[in-house]
């Protein structure tokens, strides 16, 4: 029993180990971003969870397999959120994925063409892209409201505020 638990394990270590070497094949001779992307996030899939298996079949049941596990969920997890985020971006930037046309042969492609609701969300900001105002910041000094355009924080109405020890209620 012990003899095909290692065999498996050896297996499964192999194969996570082939699609991985599959990935870096593909990175390198992929002709775009976004097929770049595919080739690597497959191979990272498969090769996460065939070489987790391999090595929790190895480690036997203790609380190492607990900690490959959680591992493994969170290298899945992050892994497929960072290539969509990768994506988007790539898309929002104007990046065109290589597509084949009638002929076979390779053309950039504007996804608006093939999906026209893309272009809607295209045109709006990535939430990262989006300016938020902090306490301090915007029309809004952190001495009062800036009056002139040039004017730099804490030049704010200087000749507003009374002098020092007089109108304080002291």
């Known amino acids: ?4 638990l290692d065999v498996l394990s050896w297996f ?56 490959l596990v959680i591992i493994m969920v969170v290298l899945m997890w992050t892994g497929s959120v960072a290539t969509h985020a990768l994506a988007r971006a790539a898309l929002h930037d104007g990046e065109k994925p290589v597509l084949a046309d009638a002929d076979g042969n390779l053309v950039k492609t504007d996804c ?26 915007g029309p809004m000094g952190a001495d009062g409201p800036l009056d002139e355009p040039g004017q730099q924080d804490g030049e704010a109405n200087r000749d507003a505020r009374p002098p020092s020890g007089q109108g304080e209620g002291r």
């Open 112 to 137: 608006v063409e093939i999906f026209p609701e893309l272009a809607v969300r295209l045109a709006a900001p990535l939430t990262s892209e989006a300016v938020e105002e902090g306490p301090n910041e």
């Open 1 to 4: 029993m012990e003899n095909a």
């Open 12 to 67: 499964a270590l192999v194969l996570g180990g082939f699609f991985y070497f599959v990935g870096a094949v593909g990175l390198n001779r992929m002709p775009d971003l976004f097929t770049r992307m595919h080739a690597v996030s497959v191979s990272d899939s498969l090769g996460v969870g065939l070489l987790i298996l391999g090595m929790a079949l190895h480690s036997g049941l203790s609380l190492v397999t607990v900690k």
